[in-house]
């Protein structure tokens, strides 16, 4: 297995990306590694290490795990309401701001004995 990464340098953090890999065999034992500074051709500097770190993390905090964005919705499900279906005409809407609900009820009662 191969992992590229493009990692920030140490020290000018205004230099370009250092572009890392590492290849691994089917255990994790790490084959050979290189890296785009002046130390990886050596392939023993920390961007590379920084690589192994990073992957280790992930996988420790299962970082590759399904995001919630990706399963079915969860927390909304004990909030779920039993609605009764009602006839339109014996549905009230009203806004509360502008009169209230008593004399919205009682225009719609008088409209229903009409």
Known sequence: MAL???????????QALHEAWVVLDIAGNV???HCSCMAG?????????GVL?????????QLG???????????NQAFSKKVLL??????LFFK???????TIVKQH???KLA
């Open 4 to 14: 590229k990464a493009k990692v920030k340098p140490s020290q000018r953090m205004s």
């Open 31 to 33: 084959l050979a590694g």
């Open 41 to 49: 051709c050596g392939e023993v500097c920390s961007h590379v290490a």
């Open 53 to 61: 770190f990073k992957v280790e993390a992930a996988i420790r905090l």
């Open 65 to 75: 795990r399904m995001t919630c964005t990706s399963l079915p919705c969860a927390w």
């Open 86 to 91: 009602s006839p339109m005409i014996e549905i």
């Open 96 to 102: 509360p701001k502008k009169t209230t609900s008593e």
């Open 109 to 111: 009662e008088e409209a």
